[in-house]
Structures are given as structure tokens and as C-alpha cells.
Nanobody
């Protein structure tokens, strides 16, 4: 059974930082491209950041220079370091694993508010 379990979300003030983690099980993690998506109320889900199995990364323009995606294949975990957070970053953040099939986590809420 494949599971992607996100953690690290919460409430943070503008300008603050959070680190999201996604622990994967049931897949051969190192063969999967991993990504973080987010969905704000009333909006479509959008790609935030992605990392290939060899470590190449890409980011949404809105988070470039503020967010960093990384992976630890020894721990089956992908991370999203989020700095200089803005109210518009408020959303549910989802972990995604993609290879021959695609899997999603349940999501973790990130709220940026003073």
C-alpha cells in the first residue's frame, strides 16, 4: 500500500519559515520524481516545486528564491523549505510522487497570517 504522509504545516507570521516533510512508503522512492503542490480556497491545485530522481529541480515563479525542495533517498523523504512566507502562500500543500503511476498525500495546511 502506497502512502505519502506530509507533516510540518501550521500557522506562521508573514516573513516566517516552515519546513514541510513527506514520508513515502510502498514505493521504490529513488525511482520517483517528487513534487509539492498547493491548493488555496477557490483556486486550482498548482505545482510549487518538483525534484527529479537525479535531483534536478524546478519551481513556480511565485516561490523562486524563497522555497527549496530537496530529497533524502535514504529516508524516503522529500522536503520543502519555505522562507519569507507571504499571506498568498496560504494553502493546503500536497506531496506528489510520479513514475509509472502517480500518488498523492492527504495534504497539510499552511497558513501565513499575522
Amino acid at each position: 500500500q502506497v502512502q505519502l504522509v506530509e507533516s510540518g504545516g501550521g500557522l506562521v507570521q508573514p516573513g516566517g519559515s516552515l519546513r514541510l516533510s513527506c514520508l513515502a512508503s510502498g514505493i521504490l522512492f529513488r525511482t520517483y520524481a517528487m513534487g509539492w503542490y498547493r491548493q488555496a480556497p477557490g483556486k486550482q491545485r498548482e505545482l510549487v516545486a518538483a525534484i527529479t530522481r537525479v535531483g534536478s529541480t524546478n519551481y513556480a515563479d511565485s516561490v523562486k528564491g524563497r522555497f527549496t525542495i530537496s530529497r533524502d533517498n535514504t529516508k524516503n523523504t522529500v522536503f520543502l523549505q519555505m522562507n519569507s512566507l507571504k499571506p498568498e502562500d496560504t494553502a493546503v500543500y500536497y506531496c506528489n510522487a510520479k513514475y509509472s503511476l502517480e500518488y498523492w498525500g492527504q495534504g497539510t495546511q499552511v497558513t501565513v497570517s499575522s
